[in-house]
DNA sequence: CCAGACGTTGTT
DNA sequence: GTCTGG
DNA sequence: CCAGACGTTGTT
DNA sequence: GTCTGG
């Protein structure tokens, strides 16, 4: 709430701190309604209002920018769904010969990374679930030798246009394919995180070194 | 018109 | 809900 | 994203 | 291989 001067949680009580969001889990997302941020507790995976059962949430984790408005699942919701996951980092796996290795990615500069996202409302009977997709672009220069992909990213600056519904969504796609994200570090992190369940610092400890088996006599 | 999909990543 | 394919 | 399950019948 | 759950 103080980085972004939110106004206050949609829930009562504001969520537990993670060190492993993974997909269908809920994250902090901001949203602007009318003149005020406000945060609110979402999962991870979009469930369209549409979808027929929850489980579609489970594919919908990531949108592509390039294709974002011609896919009829998510071109409507950049008009009026836009919104900003948060967080002070993200995992990346990095595949080599040897297999995966996660990588732990922060902001030099900033607290927090802000995620471009969208969000939906689906509705089934009693129960209501807010939930939201986060948005992928081609790598800054100093990710691609991680992966080929990443998240848009958006500065401080640009997240309050980011959210306002008077802003041209042309432009904000435009602006959030390029933007630079070359304040960003990362370092490799133990596979520990790979666990879902597993959580705590721990996931954001620096790895030992391997030996690989090359090295072993 | 109705039926069926609606997604990305990564691997081959 | 909305788009694509048949 | 990764990890882990993937099934039915019948018994307790 | 593919789907579900976390």
Redesign the pocket.
Known sequence: MEVFEASHWDAAPPLAPSYNV????VAAVLRQENESQVLHPMHW?LI?????S???G???????I???T???????LVQRKRCVAVAQGYY??Q?SPAG?T?FFITSERAPLLCFAALWDRWQHGENAVSSF?II?RPPAPKLAQI???MPALLTPQQHKRWLSPAEPPELLLAELAQSASDDLQFYPVS?FV????NNGPRCVEPAHQEPSLFDLH
């Open positions: 993974a997909p269908s889990q995976g369209p209002r549409w979808a027929k929850r489980s579609v489970y594919k919908m984790i990531n949108a592509r390039e294709t974002l011609t896919k009829p699942a998510y071109r409507s990346e796996w595949k995966k996660p997709t992928t992966h080929n992909r596979n790979n666990r879902p369940a």
